[in-house]
């Protein structure tokens, strides 16, 4: 005897045709017991789908600086290490302060050899195909509101192995001669100026390269400026006040001591006090985009009280206790630094006169 015909009301299958109940009663129980397999397998997938792209992020992403070296597989950990080691007979350093940690690095100056070694340390029994290992001496000028772009204005390559296979540990020597360091290696507010060696090794079926990169410091002496005028401006409010203000020069080198004498000719306004500060204004960009970050080196009150018609003070101000660099001017067209006395005014209603004068720092051998 035959059931009767209806039509399945099943969620997951709805047919236009009358069906035998025996058939609704298997396609109801195929499609539950289908679905939490579907559910698990789905889950699964999704799961798996983010560890591979968690894992290949990890791998992917751009090489730590000062010298850590970068796994070659990213599921059996490091195969592969490097160590860039610089020679410095000097013995001289440079300690600057970066992202709030002191760091130092060997100092050169000019045109000074940069030679040194590289070490490849590779795991045990571990084999790595490469298409070859490069290294080089790289002059950039990096700018922190424009991250991505950086400016090479150095780049010297020398290779240190074809392409090849490693099947162990290796030290390569390398020597930079002669290559002209035009720019002093500067770390400032909105801009940097870094010298530094970078280890390049391409390795074959891996997500990763070998990318290692071992800083410097440059600097570089100027002769002393054949001609050095003295400073003499004039500031005044018409028939309130007249000053005027002289340095003995207009350049001076870094240990240098700034020497002048300021001068009341004239006096119609109650002066409370006078202060001299020395300024360093690091500007990036051209044109209408040129930025400007002012610092205040230091900062002293040079006189107390109201001045007099004839009056002079004299100002003396010693270098060699700040942390200076050279004056750079429209380096690569991409940021300069500047020095500036800056002369404060202030009467008893708190009113605030100044002038500013651009001095230029040099660096003495």
Not at 57 to 70: D, E, G, I, V
Not at 262 to 269: D, Q
Request: proline letters at 4%; a neutral charge; charged letters at 25%.
């Amino acid at each position: 005897m035959l059931c009767d015909n209806t039509y399945v009301s099943a969620t997951f299958f709805s047919a236009p045709f009358p069906v035998p109940a025996i058939i609704e009663s298997i396609c109801f129980s195929f499609f539950c017991d289908i679905f939490p397999l579907f559910f698990v397998l789905q889950s699964f997938f999704f799961f798996f789908s983010f560890l591979l792209f968690f894992f290949c992020w990890q791998f992917l992403k751009r090489p730590q600086r000062n010298n850590k070296p970068q796994a070659m597989s990213f599921l059996f950990g490091k195969a592969v290490e490097a160590e860039i080691s610089i020679d410095n007979p000097s013995k001289k350093t440079v300690t600057f302060q970066k992202d709030g940690k002191s760091e130092t690095l060997p100092l050169f100056v000019g045109k000074d050899t940069v030679k040194g070694k590289v070490d490849i340390t590779l795991k045990p029994g571990k084999t790595v195909e490469h298409t070859g290992i490069q290294i080089q001496l790289i002059g950039q000028i990096e700018l922190f509101y424009d991250r991505g772009n950086h400016h090479q204005f150095i780049s010297v390559p020398k290779e240190l192995a074809p392409a090849g296979e490693l099947s162990q540990s290796i030290s390569f020597d390398f020597e930079f001669n002669e290559i002209e360091k035009q720019y002093e290696s500067y770390n400032g507010i909105n801009a940097r100026l870094r010298y530094f060696l970078k280890l390049t090794m391409v390795i074959r079926r891996s997500l990763s390269n070998l990318l290692v990169e071992k800083d410097f410091w440059v600097h570089n002496y100027a002769a002393e400026p054949k001609v050095n005028n003295g400073l003499k401006m004039e500031v005044g409010i018409e028939d309130n006040l007249h000053i005027e203000f002289e340095y003995n020069k207009s350049k001076y080198h870094m240990k240098d001591v700034i020497i002048g004498k300021i001068y009341f000719l004239l006096v119609r306004i109650k002066i409370k006090h006078m202060e001299v500060s020395l300024i360093r204004r690091e500007t990036t960009g051209t044109g209408p985009n040129a930025y400007n970050e002012s610092h205040t080196l230091t900062k002293f009150e040079i006189m107390d009280g109201a001045p007099v018609r004839g009056e002079s003070i004299p100002v003396r101000i010693f270098l060699a206790g700040f942390d200076l660099t050279p004056s750079y001017r429209n380096i690569a067209s991409l940021f300069s630094l500047k020095y500036y006395l800056n002369l404060v005014l202030v009467d008893e209603d708190d009113r605030r006169y100044f002038k500013q004068q651009e001095v230029t720092i040099w660096r003495r051998a």
